[in-house]
C-alpha cells in the first residue's frame, strides 16, 4: 500500500458538507494549533503543498478531506486552541462521535510542550465514546535526542495513568527531516486494516 498519489476532496464547514465516502476507511489528525497537523498529512503522502501550511497558528480552519485512492482518506482538522470551544465542540465533536469509517484519531503533540489541558479533554471524549486514539509527537527534529527521549518518557508515564482507548505506542515523527513517517504510515495501514 503506498500512500500517493493523494488527492483533496472537500472542505468542510458543517456537517452536512462532509463526504459521503463512508466505505473508506479514514483517518483524523487532531491537534493544537500550529503543530504541525497540515505539514504532517503533506509528508504523509509525500506532496509538499497538497496540504496548506503555516506558521501563523489558527490557519486550517476547515475540516479537509483527502484520499489516498479508493483505499484511505485522511482529515486535516482546524486546532483546538483556535477554534472557540463551542465551534470545535458542534461540529468536530459530532463528526468524531458519528463518522462510521473513522478508524483511528492521531492526536498530535508538541514534545517540547508536553501534554495539554486541551489535549487531555480531546482524549476525555474519545476514552468516554470508545473511539481508539494514538498520540503522535511532532516536530523530532527540534530536540536533541536525549530531550526527546525525556519528553517522549513522561508523555507515556501520563497515557499510562488515565488514557482508555490510546493505542499504547506513541510515535515520533518529523515532517522536515521525515524521520518516523514511515512507523507512522504503517500504523495508519494496520488502523485501517487496508
Ligand atoms: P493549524 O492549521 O493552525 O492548526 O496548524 P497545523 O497544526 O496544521 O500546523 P502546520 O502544519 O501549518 O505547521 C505549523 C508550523 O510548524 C509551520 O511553520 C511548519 O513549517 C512548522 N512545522 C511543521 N512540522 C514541522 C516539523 O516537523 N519540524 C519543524 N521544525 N517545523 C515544523
Ligand atoms: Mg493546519
Redesign the pocket.
Known amino acids: 500500500f503506498f500512500f500517493s498519489p493523494a488527492e483533496f476532496v472537500k472542505s468542510a464547514t458543517n456537517l452536512s458538507m462532509i463526504p459521503d465516502n463512508t466505505m473508506i476507511p479514514e483517518v483524523a489528525f487532531v ?10 498529512i ?2 504523509l503522502v509525500n506532496r509538499n503543498g497538497l ?11 476547515m475540516m479537509n478531506f483527502f484520499k489516498l485512492g479508493d483505499k484511505l482518506s485522511l482529515v ?4 483546538y ?2 477554534k472557540s470551544r463551542d465551534e470545535w465542540g458542534g461540529m468536530i465533536v459530532s463528526y468524531l462521535q458519528n463518522r462510521k469509517n473513522l478508524r483511528r484519531i492521531y492526536i ?1 503533540v508538541d514534545p517540547s510542550h508536553g501534554l495539554k489541558e486541551s489535549d487531555s479533554q480531546i482524549m476525555k471524549l474519545l476514552d468516554s465514546s470508545g473511539l481508539s486514539y494514538q498520540v503522535v509527537l ?5 530536540l536533541s535526542k536525549t530531550k526527546y527521549s525525556a519528553a517522549k518518557a513522561e508523555i507515556e508515564a501520563e497515557l499510562v495513568k488515565g488514557a482508555i482507548c490510546c493505542f499504547p505506542l506513541v510515535l515520533g ?5 521525515k524521520d518516523g513517517l514511515d512507523e507512522l504510515r504503517a500504523a495508519i495501514v494496520k488502523a485501517g486494516q487496508l
Open positions: 491537534g493544537r494549533s500550529n503543530i504541525g497537523k497540515s505539514s504532517l503533506n509528508g496540504v496548506k501550511t503555516s506558521s501563523k497558528p489558527g490557519h486550517t480552519r486535516d482538522m482546524p486546532g486552541g483556535w498530535l511532532t516536530k523530532m527534529d527540534r515523527v518529523s515532517s522536515k527531516t
